[in-house]
């Protein structure tokens, strides 16, 4: 069965950081990109990053340039998204996804909700003010 479990979400400060954790299972790690989202309540979810475990590509969106770093460890299936710098704004519910496509573990040149196969649960990010 294919899984994604994200985790490492919490409360922290306004300008502290926070290091992500998606663990994968179920399948090839190295034949798909591993994406976040996240997602504030009444809100659409947003793409945030994008790695290609296989190639070490990485994508981010322009509301986490220059503050996310996304790696991954292949020895333990695991995707990480450090976000530093954090803001109010930042606050949300956090989700990795993955699609398997013809590309493999290239990364979308879009990261789209409805182009995802499969999501984790998510990990709530609270950040104060």
């Known amino acids: 069965e294919l899984q994604l479990v994200e985790s490492g979400g919490g409360r922290v400060q306004a300008g502290g950081s926070l290091r992500l954790s998606c663990a994968a299972s179920g399948f090839g790690f190295d034949d798909v990109p591993i994406t976040w989202f996240r997602q504030v309540p009444g809100k659409e979810r947003e793409g945030l990053s994008c790695i290609s475990s296989s190639t070490g590509s990485t994508y981010y969106a322009d509301s986490v340039k220059g503050r996310a770093t996304i790696s991954s460890d292949n020895a333990k299936n695991t995707v990480y998204l450090q976000m530093n710098r954090l803001k109010a704004e930042d606050t949300a519910v956090y989700y990795c996804?993955?699609?398997?496509?013809?590309?493999?573990?290239?990364?979308?040149?879009?990261?789209?909700?409805?182009?995802?196969?499969?999501w984790g649960k998510g990990t709530l990010v609270t950040v104060l003010a």
């Open positions: 996804a993955t699609v398997y496509s013809e590309y493999g573990s290239t990364c979308p040149l879009n990261l789209n909700v409805e182009d995802m196969d499969y």
